[in-house]
């Protein structure tokens, strides 16, 4: 199984628009992929229209939330269409994004920077979510900065306070997807956050980790499988794909192969090939 389960589009930050980067990831050998942009599900309709016969997509999204003082993203995999009242949710996500770096363009043009939010907007007119990564491109594009990694060191991380965070809390976010019929995932943790946070999560309603990823190595890997067995968690593989570098180049994971099939039971079979899994959830885990 060739898989990658955290893809982003140029819906939300990513490089290429939604049918590149299946056509990409088809090229490439990929067999199941899921776009999971950032507060934007409409990757998936475009997809879906283009997709190769026996590929299998899988619906998601990403949401940003606070744990803590610090931000954990969270994924949602939704086996069915979302509804209008997740989509009503996305629309007011992706309104205060606008907002909030509305808000922090003034306090980036007190920090002597050169930037409107009208700027940021035209220069990527097809995205729906509006991130800091979008600014850092912009800044590095101008020459005002050398690098993206030097924007967010100096202009764009949290801890600076010039962007304003979501309000939406870890738990919040899980509960939004739970009662919209997807599985959460927690995005790309890292160690010591999973370690320390992830049984409080997994009582809030959180169905799995996404343990296998790009940085992720064998020895945490499985210290995290033990650990989602005894909480009952199910495993993701992902990416985090930007389409990094403007490059079609998608980026080999490490997984077991096992975990993978059992997430993927609760979603529907590729067209075409036959239905092995359950497509009903199984509710969500109490404390
Ligand atoms: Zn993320
Ligand atoms: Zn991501």
């Given at each position: 199984?060739?898989i990658?389960?955290h893809l982003h589009?140029?819906?939300?930050?990513?490089?290429?628009?939604?049918?590149?980067?299946?056509?990409?990831?088809?090229?490439t050998?990929?067999?199941?992929v899921?776009?999971s942009?950032?507060?934007?599900?409409?990757a998936f309709?475009?997809?879906?229209a283009v997709?190769?016969?026996?590929m299998?997509?899988?619906r998601?999204?990403?949401l940003?939330?606070?744990?803590e003082g610090t931000?954990?993203?969270?994924?949602g995999?939704?086996?069915s269409?979302?509804?209008d009242?997740?989509?009503?949710y996305l629309?007011?996500?992706q309104r205060s994004r606008?907002?909030?770096?509305?808000?922090g363009i003034?306090?980036?043009r007190?920090?002597g920077?050169?930037?409107?939010?009208?700027e940021?907007t035209?220069?990527?007119?097809g995205s729906e979510s509006?991130?800091?990564s979008h600014?850092a491109?912009y800044l590095?594009?101008?020459?005002?900065?050398?690098?993206?990694a030097?924007?967010?060191?100096r202009?764009?991380?949290?801890?600076?306070?010039?962007i304003?965070?979501?309000?939406l809390?870890s738990?919040g976010a899980?509960?939004?997807?739970l009662e919209?019929?997807g599985l959460?995932?927690?995005?790309h943790?890292?160690i010591e956050?999973f370690?320390?946070?992830?049984?409080?999560l997994?009582?809030?309603?959180l169905?799995g980790?996404?343990?296998y990823?790009?940085?992720?190595p064998?020895g945490?890997a499985?210290f995290c499988e033990?650990t989602?067995?005894e909480l009952g968690?199910l495993?993701?593989?992902?990416s985090?794909?930007?389409?990094n570098?403007?490059?079609?180049?998608?980026?080999?994971?490490?997984y077991?192969?096992?975990?993978?099939?059992?997430?993927?039971?609760?979603?529907p079979?590729?067209?075409?090939?036959?239905?092995?899994?359950?497509?009903?959830?199984?509710?969500?885990?109490?404390?």
């Amino acid at each position: 199984m060739r898989i990658d389960l955290h893809l982003h589009s140029s819906l939300s930050d990513g490089a290429f628009v939604p049918e590149d980067v299946v056509r990409f990831a088809h090229k490439t050998g990929l067999e199941t992929v899921a776009l999971s942009d950032h507060d934007s599900i409409s990757a998936f309709a475009r997809a879906e229209a283009v997709l190769p016969a026996g590929m299998r997509l899988l619906r998601g999204v990403e949401l940003s939330s606070r744990f803590e003082g610090t931000e954990f993203h969270i994924l949602g995999y939704f086996p069915s269409d979302v509804g209008d009242s997740f989509r009503a949710y996305l629309s007011e996500a992706q309104r205060s994004r606008r907002e909030r770096m509305a808000e922090g363009i003034i306090a980036l043009r007190a920090r002597g920077l050169s930037v409107t939010i009208e700027e940021i907007t035209s220069r990527f007119p097809g995205s729906e979510s509006v991130s800091r990564s979008h600014v850092a491109q912009y800044l590095v594009d101008t020459d005002q900065v050398p690098s993206l990694a030097e924007a967010f060191e100096r202009h764009l991380k949290y801890t600076l306070d010039v962007i304003p965070r979501t309000r939406l809390s870890s738990e919040g976010a899980i509960a939004l997807i739970l009662e919209h019929g997807g599985l959460p995932v927690w995005a790309h943790p890292s160690i010591e956050a999973f370690d320390a946070h992830v049984r409080t999560l997994a009582a809030a309603g959180l169905r799995g980790v996404e343990i296998y990823t790009r940085r992720r190595p064998g020895g945490e890997a499985a210290f995290c499988e033990k650990t989602c067995d005894e909480l009952g968690l199910l495993a993701t593989a992902g990416s985090d794909w930007h389409g990094n570098g403007r490059r079609p180049r998608f980026i080999p994971l490490n997984y077991d192969d096992a975990r993978l099939e059992e997430f993927l039971s609760h979603f529907p079979a590729a067209a075409g090939t036959r239905r092995t899994g359950a497509v009903a959830l199984a509710a969500p885990q109490t404390p």
